[in-house]
């Protein structure tokens, strides 16, 4: 057993179940972007949290201890996402990432921007000309040390 | 001469003049995300912001012409970013790619969120525990059409 | 169970029957193309279309919610195709990409052609030099925006 | 010199003169798109065309002469093109590749559609909801044969 | 099932029972070549070709229908072969690839040597300094076309 | 200096002097394959041959000599020809590869066909439904020894 | 003008001076490490940390006012670096990267030891068998957060 | 079987019965670093650490037996790691690099650290401002001999 | 059935039955470099070597028939092999190829050292240093020819 | 400058000069294996080494100074030689890579052989049926340690 099969487990049983993550994340009384990202693999669980995924997905003790495991993370097939919806992202990191770059030293200086101490939040924006996905970002800037 | 050599000789004149990209995002009457980026080669000048940055940037009429011809966009070496802040954006679509697509499916149904039809904000939020890097990435939703 | 494994169910089903795609459009009620994209895997199924899905290939009510889930799209094994029809359409993308995208830009300025909200049609055009392979493709322009 | 330096100064003459592809078609008695790939260093010259070409762009006569050589095709750096418009028809070929495959199998058999015995045409189709791209391909269908 | 899984049982046939490819090729009344190739999953069979294959390697008819079907082809993992004679083949694309283009191209103008009207024989020619593998490749002439 | 400048040099003064490879090779008293193929950086050339070269191409006499260095070998730039004449050779490699494999194997047993003790012949075969390139490629049996 | 120019000419001083590295750091009052990485290009000076280099170097303003512009970082060339020693330090990633993660979380729970905040000491270790390599990394820990 | 395999079971023993790598370390008698990697499927178990083994793990003869054949080495799946913890050490090895190479050199000649003769220790470092990780490398030294 | 589960077969019985391999050449008759390498799936073994291969390894009839087959040669997952043993041997490739390239042409002329009609012995030589492994390659010198 | 350009310069002087290796090699007082890979710039000179390297290839002393840095080594363009001479060495590593492994492993258990303290020699060997290349590869074999 590895954490990719309790992965495969979980899909599985939200389809059947016809199960929503914001449903998903009110059960675990967690982000709906945290909840997904822990569901898909990504993320490692605690033993509350995962004794809650255990009840709404069926999965056994072991499936269960293995949500606890901190899993090898990196969730797409190869260097560059073939899929539509995830290229745009990586297209936008390809177009704008030195610009991204420029931006953040010019206001912070020499760092980065965590991709650890971060969250996401990804909403609806309501537009006449077609309704708009809007996703605020937030990492804490690391900067580099001079020793 | 081809645009590469003209975005070359933009980063030359504002490291010689000390320039910031917010300032000259001024001068153009844009915001600094579109701006920076039109300046590292990634979006097409009009003739009137040329002109702009032909006076900022001590261009030739030859280089101004050249920021309106729609440039080859991509601004990486590779396809994996080496550069430790830019390949923390990278991650983020590597570890979280899968849970976007998730939540914007389930929000929105079969589609994509624009990169074209698209616009960023980067800002700083103060934090007593660090200062935060916060980005509003806006994208309009497409949805894939039944034919 | 996954998505793939509905569509090898659903090619095992169609060569055993011996189906035509454009039967099977016929019976879906929409064109052969986007019907074989999504039978292959690269779209999503409406409740009712599964339905008739299901019947078509004998799925199970499991392998039909499967097609109902937004499939992670791309139906290539790696970045160049092997095979000498796909290639020769990877080749057109080779030896014509930067005359389609001057040719676009010269007509609508900076932009792209969506792959989103697109059709194609596939026919046949008798030709006594040798039949014809005809393809239209129709994606609505997207303009990149001056923010 | 080569015929990438040939291609990179009609370029230059082009922007320099503020050419348009379809005036440049119309002086070499060919469609735009052939002629925009010819100039882009894909396909070969005839010497009457390359004359008019010496005209156009201000060649000398080597330069003249080398757009007689048939060219190394392959007008792309890298597999996978970063160009977000370039990159759609590579999209599109990952997307719908398997499905162009089974419809043109369907139709006519084992074979392929040709990328040599081809021709493309670009036009712009008005539309209230946003203007579209339309894009004919046509290529001769040529069989596997049998021996 | 799918191709790939029938090759793999016309190997194991051919082993177990000790099968030749030019007695199989005498038993479908075509070239070794043709015949060799069809069996490793890069060719389409007629009905009637698939019902003498079906017989030789003890095929079920779900197996001898889906040999009917047009295999996605390419017949090595990667593309660079590791197996030291499929190596050399790509060896003499490499180092005479430039040499077999400009040679064409002097007799025939711009085009290629198509690989699907195409036909390959290999035989075996004694000579006393050590056996030779003759291989003639015919392949028709396709002119790129002006348009 | 090294062997692709004076490469560079050569196809410089093939096209302004408009030299044919049949012509030239005429001149070094060898098959148009093998002079082509010295032409393009791949062979070694004799101190006889070069200064036949030397005189054909305007060379120096520190050009002749770079010619009689054994070149690094590889003609082409990546592991997967662009070029479309060049791809139908990749192609062919490909699809038949493993063919080419089984049969030289079933005649001659383990070993390889060399690409050293080699020599290939490129002719034009007239046909009313289109002339046809065809090639004959010719290389020593090498077999495997057991130690 | 770009950093790897100012790098290029800052090794080339070093090696016309004899300089050592150890002594440039004691001239910038940093550790050899930081020194090092920041003269390689991959470090950020301060306006007096650059003044400094610039007496060191003979570097013209221009040149020192790169110093002081955040670089684009990654010094190999290539995924997986060639030369010998940088090649052993990629070795050891690969054989003892996922034993460094389990021992990392098994001491800290689920995070990453930042490349940010971080530092390196290198130094040498008599020893009669062979004098060893010593180097200490120091890399604050990183909590994944759940949100 | 394969050592793979073995490691699989390892693992899913740990996890279902609990355990840590120090406790495991100490029934072992060697460090944690040597006996994780060992584990892992990186070092060779002499006879007596594969009988300790086989009792925490419940392992069958068999597959104690291959724990003392030398293992295949190499820990990662791809040459750039996606794990953001094994990520941060494959961007010191890109960042620090040439650094690392240049220190060594200028201390100890021209030779590598060696990736063999070497030992690694992993410490958790109490800090007000977050507790840091502590990796001390320890390889001897190889100088490249001339011969 | 296929060789590389013959080969697992074999290797599976060698660790089970404690087998040595140059106990296992001297069963066969053979130097241990070939042995080792045919059961490792690499060389085509004789009817009466597969009998004898047969015995030592418990294998099947069918087992044995597919010794005799010609495998798909080439033993590494991937360019560049990860295993720090076989990686050396890359090194010396990638550090002296182009030594060995010069050598072997200074002493021959342009040709190649064959890997075909080539033999290895792999000896133990006691060193007070520390032993040293000597490796003897020995591979016929293959001349180009002018044709 | 670089140590690359010095390297193009020594071989530039040596085809001017009709230099032989072997005969640099008495010059320098080493083995034409050491001397070779030196001058191709893959070793370290001595400062002795370098004055007799300056005068044979008339180096200024800045070039000479560059001899006696530690270069970036790997001399091959790309992971998988195209070059048939050096690609044979690479199909060694790739065809009898495992065997290799395995006999080191089953004389010496865990460890390498050394690339570092690391000798060969190449040698002609008269031979009735074409005179054969000896390579005697000699490194010192180093163990894991268990710690």
């Keep these: 057993m590895d954490r990719p ?5 979980i899909l599985d049983a939200k389809v059947r179940k016809g199960l929503k993550w914001s449903a998903i994340a009110d059960k675990l009384g ?3 972007e945290w909840t997904t990202a822990a569901c898909l693999g990504q993320m490692t669980f605690s033993k509350a949290q995962a004794e809650v995924a255990q009840g709404l ?3 056994t003790d072991e499936e269960a201890a293995w949500l606890q495991i901190v899993p090898y993370k990196g969730s797409l097939p190869g260097a560059v996402p073939t899929d539509p919806l995830i290229y745009r992202w990586y297209e936008i990191v390809s177009v704008y990432g030195t610009t991204i770059k420029e931006l953040i ?3 912070f200086g020499d760092g980065i921007m965590s991709a650890i ?4 939040d990804i909403t609806r924006s309501p537009d006449p ?4 996905v809007n996703v ?5 800037f690391l900067p580099y040390k001079t020793y």
């Excluded at 099969?5 to 487990?9: D, G, L, Q, R």
């Design 5 to 9: 099969t309790v992965t495969a487990k």
């Design 30 to 32: 967690h982000s709906k």
């Design 57 to 59: 997905f069926d999965l």
């Design 105 to 107: 030293h010019e206001e």
């Design 117 to 120: 101490d971060f969250s996401m």
């Design 129 to 132: 000309k077609g309704d708009r």
């Design 136 to 140: 605020v970002l937030s990492g804490k």
